[in-house]
């Protein structure tokens, strides 16, 4: 099977001869000839790949195929027919259902693009570039049917005691707090916030780049202070939101509105669908890495310490109360960046424009991507959400997560920055934006007026 997999689409073709050039005649090209006349010949077929393959196949930039329609739907025709052989994936009769409906949620939301798996998933199905052939999905329309909420009290008195706390602590800041507690307090803001943005999100969830030892510690500190739960389950839930973006499988589903998507998914029992459809998702990967296991497994300890105790103690060493220490630098910064990071998930779903797929909720919104580290450029992040920058260009001034990675990337501690190419996001802004890119936006082209009305 590994043979047709990997022979049949032109994608997949496409991948290996283009290793084939730029390894050539090394472990990395797939039919290596220093290996003999019978090994290049067809040997190469016969056996396991060589690791070398997989581990350079990374460095392979794709995504101008992979922005091919044409070649995307036969790379999801062919493997879903080759998965069918395979006893734990979907029958072949189940895809050919879901790929059917596709296409007719397209026919019947009056979608003009002719090819709809492209044009859906590319929005909301993939994490990161070598996910493009996990298992096939149909994609719910945005849908937000009533439904039972079964409020957990314990989270509601838990968050309304905190925000009491946090509003308290904003208080404290603003008065009697010294100059130097509230310069930590901003500093352990950016660093909690990096360990969500740069470590959690971009790093993990999304692997848009690589890190090294020291940098996934220094990361994975900075996570345990910012208690958005371990890595392993955030990148779980994140990875949901995105294959499932909008349907309730996606844990902050917008659609059910901006207070359920903010923090009412924390209130409420999650909905059945999550975890009937949480296995679906692949976390082998996180779950390799030896250090997101350690923080998983002492979270009970390594969390008061990073988030509450160490910001409370360390504050009192220049003379701080251990009163004010407590309210502004443990909670009050703590609050806010929760409320921050959820911004990402209500208002990014909510206020602003779409350059890059007018199809999808998400939105591009400055003020948002300026609180939190540059998160706000979310319309692009859900249509690319490979890149590290989790934005088309990256401004440092409103994105520090980026700043942060590139200077990582300068020290050697970061490497392999995924990115996607002008060209292709060219392409995709003239077929799927709302028009409103500054610099392929209908005001640069000449498009008929009827036309620009036509799409609003
Ligand atoms: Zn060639
Ligand atoms: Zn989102
Ligand atoms: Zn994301």
Partial sequence: MELFY??????????????????????????????????????????????????KGHTIDKTDLWADPILHFQKKL??????????????????????????????????KDTMPPQDQQTGSWVLHEADFNKDATVIVPPSA??????????????????????VYGAYLFLTTAMWTTRFFAVVLYICSGLGITAGAHRLWA????????????????????????????????????????????????????????????????????????GHTIDMTDLWADPILRFQK?????????????LPSYIPTLWGESLWNAYFVCAIFRYVYVLNVTWLVNSAAHKWGSKPYDKNINPVETRPVSLVVLGEGFHNYHHTFPWDYKTAELGEYS?????????GMA??????????????????????????????????NLNVPTQDKINTE
Wanted: proline share 3%; aromatic share 12%.
């Fill in 6 to 55: 990997h022979q049949d689409a032109v994608l997949d073709w496409a991948r290996d001869h283009r290793v084939h050039h730029k390894y050539s005649e090394t472990d990395a090209d797939p039919h290596n000839a220093t290996r003999g006349f019978f090994f290049s010949h067809v040997g190469w077929l016969l056996v396991r790949k060589h690791p070398e393959i997989k581990a």
């Fill in 78 to 111: 062919v493997s879903n027919s080759i998965e069918t052989s395979k006893s734990d994936r979907t029958p072949l009769s189940v895809n050919l259902i879901n790929l059917f409906g596709e296409i007719s949620y397209c026919a019947v939301s009056g979608r």
């Fill in 145 to 166: 049917e009533k439904r039972k909420w079964e409020i957990v009290w314990r989270n509601v008195i838990i968050f309304v005691t905190l925000h009491i706390g946090g």
């Fill in 206 to 277: 999304h692997k848009s780049y690589k890190a090294r030892l020291p940098l996934k510690i220094l990361l994975t500190v900075f996570n345990t202070i910012a208690f958005q739960d371990a890595v392993l389950d955030w990148a779980r839930d994140h990875r949901m939101h995105h294959k499932y973006s909008e349907t309730d499988a996606d844990p902050h589903n917008a659609t059910r509105g901006f207070f359920f998507s903010h923090v009412g998914w924390l209130l409420v029992r999650k909905h059945p669908e999550i975890k009937a459809k």
């Fill in 297 to 309: 497994k002492y979270y009970l300890i390594l969390m008061p310490l990073a988030c509450f105790i």
């Fill in 398 to 406: 409103l994105n520090i997560s980026k700043l942060f990675i590139d």
């Fill in 410 to 443: 300068k020290i050697g501690w970061a490497y392999d920055l995924k990115t996607v190419s002008r060209d292709v996001i060219e392409k995709r802004v003239k077929r799927t934006g709302d028009g409103s890119h500054e610099e392929w936006g209908y005001e």
